[in-house]
């Protein structure tokens, strides 16, 4: 009875996982649902079009390396938490980086609100890297470039997040 009883016992717990298991395994997802939600894309910003100029020649983009990083403090109950250091460049159009360059100034101003509210809303709390998480901060960062610097700025690249607990 004494070798009996831990047997039994594993028997038991094997068959009680693989039950488990079997009532918490997702769902299938069917193939029709996936071609039903249209093209993925990061951004709708982004174009998969390209500029050509009168030769036919395809018109490369300009990026602009904001001089320095963007430090974000997060703020739980009252005290500084974390602190985020965020890189960022803008993908211009052909001859517009001397423009951005002049406007600097008043992107990371827009640059820094955009990313405090972002922090303010938890949007650097958890998973802050995730793709949903990510586009949300791209798409701000990218309407408030165009609303500063004009149709001159293409995209926003976030080239380096980091988050440090204090």
Known sequence: ???????????????????????LKPEPVEEHAVAD?????DTEH?????????????IL?????M???????????????????VSISLEVTAGGKEATFQREP???????????DHANAGGFNGTFTSSNNMTVLRDALYEIAVKVAGTVVKDVLIAEIVRQDV
């Open 37 to 41: 939600c249209g093209p993925q894309t």
């Open 46 to 58: 982004t174009e998969i079009t390209r500029d050509v100029d009168e030769h036919g020649d395809e």
């Open 61 to 65: 983009p300009e990026y602009v390396k």
């Open 1 to 23: 009875m004494g070798k009996i009883l831990p047997i039994l016992l594993a028997l038991i717990g094997v068959g009680v996982g693989i039950g488990a298991g079997v009532m």
């Open 67 to 85: 001089n320095n990083q963007f430090v974000i403090p997060v703020v739980e109950d009252g005290k500084m938490a974390a602190l985020v250091v």
């Open 106 to 116: 008043k992107l990371r101003d827009a640059f820094n609100q955009v990313l405090f």
